[in-house]
């Protein structure tokens, strides 16, 4: 068990917040979800032995919740809210404009593995549509053109951690 091997300290902490273990699931699945990059079948089994849950009741919620993704998935996970008050507000052509720009499909994720695209239901940003979500943060009133900033931008931050961690790995390198 990876989750109870690697990360004992923070399980024990979550655990201490809840009154009943059942109700840690959630945390938990964050917990794997962070661990793995997604949260696999094998994490969600990990996360039900940990809470003497069935897995069946962790894999629902998997299955529920937008936020825990069944599928590795890029580095920043734009979803775009779609529904039919954003719809009316253009979301299902900023989606179209928004899968042909990155040239993958709606639940494709870019060769480089930088971006996923998917659409979700309420964001709760009707009047700020189109509207996305990329990894927890709102990017509203989106046009073409602030997109394609946004896709820059975050390229960018990417390229930048890169770089951070090659250094970090060359100077470890040195001091040995």
Same mark, same amino acid.
Request: aromatic letters at 8%.
């Given at each position: 068990?990876?989750?109870?091997?690697?990360?004992?300290?923070?399980?024990?902490?979550?655990?201490?917040?809840?009154?009943?273990?059942?109700?840690?699931?959630?945390?938990?699945?964050?917990?794997?979800?962070?661990a793995y990059g997604f949260t696999s079948r094998?994490?969600?089994r990990e996360v039900a032995d940990i809470l003497?849950?069935?897995?069946?009741?962790?894999?629902?919620?998997?299955?529920?919740?937008?936020?825990?993704?069944?599928?590795?998935? @890029?580095? %920043?996970? *734009?979803?775009?809210?779609?529904? #039919? $008050?954003?719809?009316? /507000?253009?979301?299902?052509?900023?989606?179209?404009?928004?899968?042909?720009?990155?040239?993958?499909?709606?639940?494709?994720?870019?060769?480089? @593995?930088? %971006?996923? *695209?998917?659409?979700?239901?309420? #964001? $709760?940003?009707?009047? /700020?549509?189109?509207?996305?979500?990329?990894?927890?943060?709102?990017?509203?009133?989106?046009?073409?053109?602030?997109?394609?900033?946004?896709?820059?931008?975050?390229?960018?931050?990417?390229?930048?951690?890169?770089?951070?961690?090659?250094?970090?790995?060359?100077?470890?390198?040195?001091?040995?």
């Amino acid at each position: 068990m990876l989750l109870q091997e690697k990360y004992p300290e923070e399980i024990k902490g979550i655990l201490a917040r809840f009154p009943h273990k059942k109700s840690a699931v959630l945390p938990l699945m964050h917990l794997a979800q962070e661990a793995y990059g997604f949260t696999s079948r094998e994490a969600m089994r990990e996360v039900a032995d940990i809470l003497e849950l069935d897995p069946t009741h962790v894999l629902s919620l998997a299955g529920f919740y937008t936020l825990y993704y069944e599928e590795p998935v @890029g580095k %920043f996970v *734009l979803e775009v809210c779609n529904d #039919l $008050a954003c719809a009316l /507000r253009g979301a299902d052509d900023f989606v179209e404009m928004a899968s042909r720009k990155l040239d993958i499909p709606v639940e494709g994720t870019t060769n480089d @593995g930088l %971006f996923t *695209l998917k659409t979700v239901m309420c #964001l $709760a940003a009707c009047d /700020r549509a189109p509207m996305l979500q990329c990894n927890l943060k709102f990017e509203e009133h989106l046009d073409e053109e602030k997109f394609d900033a946004l896709i820059s931008r975050l390229r960018a931050e990417a390229a930048a951690e890169k770089e951070d961690a090659s250094i970090i790995e060359q100077i470890s390198a040195f001091a040995k």
